[in-house]
C-alpha cells in the first residue's frame, strides 16, 4: 500500500512558478513509477508527467513540456512537479499517482496507476 500526499498548490500570476510535492508514506516508493494528473472544472483528468522509479525515463504531456519538470528524491519519499511559466489552462486540481511496485515503465493512462493522492489546487490567474 502506498499513500499519497499533495502538497504545494495555490494562486499565482500567469507567468509565475510553483512546485507540487507527493509526500508518499509506505516501504515501495522507490521502487514506484509515479505520475502527475490533472483535473480542470468540467473537465477530465488529464495526464501530466510520469517518472519511472529510478528516475531514468520520464514523459510528459506536450501541453507542459519544456514549462513543467517531474523529480524525485527517493531517500525523502517525495515526488515534485515543478512548474513554471504558468498559464491560465494549467488552473486544476493536481493529483499525484502511483503504479504498483516495480513497475518500471511510466504511463499516461490513468487505469495504469493504482494509488492516488486528494490533489492540490492549482489556480493560474490572467
Known amino acids: 500500500q502506498v499513500q499519497l500526499v499533495e502538497s504545494g498548490g495555490g494562486l499565482v500570476q500567469a507567468g509565475g512558478s510553483l512546485r507540487l510535492s507527493c509526500a508518499a508514506s509506505?516501504?515501495?516508493?522507490?521502487?514506484?513509477?509515479m505520475g502527475w494528473f490533472r483535473q480542470a472544472p468540467g473537465k477530465e483528468r488529464e495526464f501530466v508527467a510520469s517518472?519511472?522509479?529510478?528516475?531514468?525515463?520520464?514523459l510528459y504531456a506536450d501541453s507542459v513540456k519544456d514549462r513543467f519538470t517531474i523529480s524525485r528524491d527517493n531517500a525523502k519519499n517525495t515526488l515534485y512537479l515543478q512548474m513554471n511559466n504558468l498559464k491560465s489552462e494549467d488552473t486544476a486540481v493536481y493529483y499525484c499517482?502511483?503504479?504498483?511496485?516495480?513497475?518500471?515503465?511510466?504511463?499516461?493512462?490513468?487505469?495504469?496507476?493504482?494509488?492516488w493522492g486528494q490533489g492540490t489546487q492549482v489556480t493560474v490567474s490572467s
Open positions: 499517482a502511483a503504479r504498483s511496485s516495480g513497475t518500471y515503465y511510466p504511463s499516461r493512462g490513468s487505469m495504469a496507476y493504482d494509488y
Open positions: 509506505g516501504r515501495t516508493f522507490s521502487r514506484n513509477t
Open positions: 517518472m519511472s522509479w529510478s528516475g531514468g525515463t520520464t
